[in-house]
């Protein structure tokens, strides 16, 4: 979700960064090129060129220049469109991707739209679920469903702290829980057995199982420890996951990053990311995070930060900012091959274009730092 633009952060706390930091250049492999002389062929023998395949008596064969493959006049397939198109007034905030397409929700009034990544075409895939419902973040999982984060009062007044799940194939609404304990669900990432929640104005995570059968079960809150640092009004962010499913990260609105284990029941240690090189960059907040591998990219009003993690993920370098071209406001991403989608979510100067009916939203396309 979004967060105020902040002039100054204060110097992480914790150990200086361990591990090696630099990314390893891969080598360049060189082919070998075989030669077969024209004396190798004659000696071998040639077979005798079939009549059919001499020209007529009187034509004259078609100079090499003028013959072409049937592969030349095979058209190339077109580029993905590195700008994908909203409907005017839509707000946008969170996004994820599956099946070639984006999917993309409202703050205005939580309906669902379908961005089909090779066509940059753009069509509802579901409807405003009702009144007091709006769509923030949003993952989705290995059985084909759509998660989203419901937001809450928080930012506005009215909307209720919910999640809901739908199906991608249908655009069914599966489920529509508001949770106890939580004010406002801010983004979501979906494991293997469960999906976790932020909740910006508390230091809780949400959790709520998934059955190896696909079953989804009741959720529950997990109050986050350790080195957390409860901050005055506005809390966890983004929120990312390794590929085991047992450990997160979770940014903070102050731009700070945590280590979090996601075995914890009821409250779990959150370790403080210490990071080194250019840590002003994340001064304006960790929104959107995006994890492949040891990098974490980082997406806040600026762009995408670049962070190379240590093999423990208890400490970053960053590398680096990625600027969106023609992104007011940058809130999140997803990757796609060698790509990430950038929702602008083009809040304005306090917040003046949510739901204004002229203003123009967009998910645009940058190659991976």
């Given at each position: 979700?979004?967060?105020?633009?902040?002039?100054?952060?204060?110097a992480?706390?914790?150990?200086?960064?361990?591990?090696?930091?630099?990314?390893?250049?891969?080598?360049?492999?060189?082919?070998?090129?075989?030669?077969?002389?024209?004396?190798?062929?004659?000696?071998?023998?040639?077979?005798?060129?079939?009549?059919?395949?001499?020209?007529?008596?009187?034509?004259?064969?078609?100079?090499?220049?003028d013959?072409?493959?049937?592969?030349?006049?095979?058209?190339?397939?077109?580029?993905?469109?590195?700008?994908?198109?909203l409907?005017?007034?839509?707000?946008?905030e969170?996004?994820?991707?599956?099946?070639?397409?984006?999917?993309?929700?409202?703050?205005?009034?939580?309906?669902?739209?379908?961005?089909?990544?090779?066509?940059?075409?753009?069509?509802?895939?579901?409807?405003?679920?009702?009144?007091?419902?709006?769509?923030?973040?949003m993952?989705?999982?290995?059985?084909?469903?759509?998660?989203?984060?419901?937001?809450?009062?928080?930012?506005?007044?009215?909307?209720?702290?919910?999640?809901?799940?739908?199906?991608?194939?249908t655009?069914a609404?599966l489920?529509?829980?508001?949770?106890?304990?939580?004010?406002?669900?801010?983004?979501?990432?979906v494991?293997?057995?469960?999906?976790?929640?932020?909740?910006?104005?508390?230091?809780?995570?949400?959790?709520?199982?998934?059955?190896?059968?696909?079953?989804?079960?009741?959720?529950?809150?997990?109050?986050?420890?350790?080195?957390?640092?409860a901050?005055?009004?506005?809390?966890?962010?983004?929120?990312?996951?390794?590929?085991?499913?047992?450990?997160?990260?979770?940014?903070?609105?102050?731009?700070?990053?945590?280590l979090?284990?996601?075995?914890?029941?009821?409250r779990?240690?959150?370790?403080?990311?210490?990071?080194?090189?250019?840590?002003?960059?994340?001064?304006?907040?960790?929104?959107?995070?995006?994890?492949?591998?040891?990098?974490l990219?980082?997406?806040?009003?600026?762009?995408v930060?670049?962070?190379?993690?240590?093999?423990?993920l208890?400490?970053?370098?960053?590398?680096?900012?990625?600027?969106?071209?023609?992104?007011?406001?940058?809130?999140?991403?997803?990757?796609?091959?060698?790509?990430?989608?950038?929702?602008?979510?083009?809040?304005?100067?306090d917040?003046?274009?949510?739901?204004?009916?002229?203003?123009?939203?967009?998910?645009?396309?940058?190659?991976?730092?």
């Amino acid at each position: 979700m979004f967060t105020d633009r902040i002039t100054e952060s204060a110097a992480p706390e914790g150990a200086a960064p361990e591990g090696d930091f630099t990314r390893p250049v891969p080598r360049r492999r060189r082919g070998r090129a075989v030669a077969v002389t024209l004396a190798a062929l004659l000696g071998a023998g040639l077979p005798a060129v079939p009549a059919a395949a001499a020209p007529a008596f009187g034509a004259t064969a078609a100079p090499a220049a003028d013959r072409v493959s049937p592969a030349a006049h095979t058209p190339r397939p077109k580029p993905y469109p590195t700008v994908l198109g909203l409907p005017n007034g839509f707000s946008p905030e969170g996004i994820a991707l599956a099946g070639g397409a984006a999917y993309t929700g409202s703050l205005v009034d939580g309906s669902i739209q379908r961005v089909d990544l090779r066509t940059g075409v753009a069509r509802q895939f579901a409807p405003s679920p009702g009144p007091g419902r709006i769509a923030v973040g949003m993952d989705t999982d290995r059985f084909g469903r759509l998660w989203v984060a419901g937001g809450g009062a928080g930012f506005w007044p009215g909307v209720r702290t919910t999640y809901r799940v739908y199906d991608t194939r249908t655009g069914a609404k599966l489920v529509d829980v508001e949770p106890a304990g939580a004010v406002y669900l801010n983004d979501v990432i979906v494991t293997r057995d469960a999906a976790w929640f932020t909740d910006t104005f508390s230091s809780v995570l949400v959790r709520v199982p998934i059955g190896d059968d696909g079953s989804i079960g009741r959720p529950r809150t997990v109050a986050l420890g350790g080195e957390w640092t409860a901050g005055e009004g506005l809390n966890g962010n983004g929120i990312a996951a390794t590929p085991d499913g047992r450990s997160l990260i979770v940014g903070h609105t102050s731009g700070a990053l945590y280590l979090v284990p996601a075995g914890a029941h009821d409250r779990a240690r959150a370790r403080r990311i210490s990071l080194s090189g250019d840590e002003a960059a994340l001064a304006a907040g960790a929104d959107g995070l995006v994890l492949d591998g040891r990098t974490l990219y980082v997406v806040g009003p600026t762009g995408v930060v670049d962070i190379r993690l240590s093999p423990s993920l208890t400490a970053g370098r960053v590398l680096g900012v990625t600027e969106v071209p023609g992104a007011a406001w940058p809130t999140t991403a997803a990757a796609f091959g060698d790509r990430l989608y950038v929702v602008d979510a083009n809040f304005g100067e306090d917040l003046v274009n949510v739901g204004n009916p002229d203003a123009t939203f967009r998910i645009v396309a940058v190659p991976r730092p």
